[in-house]
């Protein structure tokens, strides 16, 4: 269960855009370091946003495990209780 949690906490970080921007912007040729610099800033402020609230969208992300987990058949979901 843990590598489901795992999992479901990397995609989501990836997926939401937290670094995927910035990633994008760093591998053009064209690089404009300014505006690149510039959005490690909103980066940052998202980033926060979501230690603020880390309970909650935790519980969220062990929601979706549990649900994977229960979709593929895993045992451990039964028992798995994936609260902070």
């Known amino acids: 269960m843990g590598v489901i949690v795992g999992f479901i906490v990397l995609k989501n ?3 939401n855009n937290y670094l995927k921007g910035l990633s994008a ?12 610099y510039t959005m490690i800033g909103d980066i940052k402020s998202e980033i926060q946003c979501l230690r603020d609230d880390v309970g909650v969208e935790f ?6 495990a549990k649900q994977l987990a229960s979709y ?9 209780k994936g609260s902070v």
């Open 25 to 36: 912007k760093l591998q053009r040729r064209d690089i404009d370091v300014f505006d690149t």
């Open 72 to 80: 593929i058949g895993t045992e451990d979901a039964k028992g798995f």
């Open 13 to 15: 970080i990836i997926e």
């Open 59 to 64: 519980q969220r992300w062990c929601d979706k």
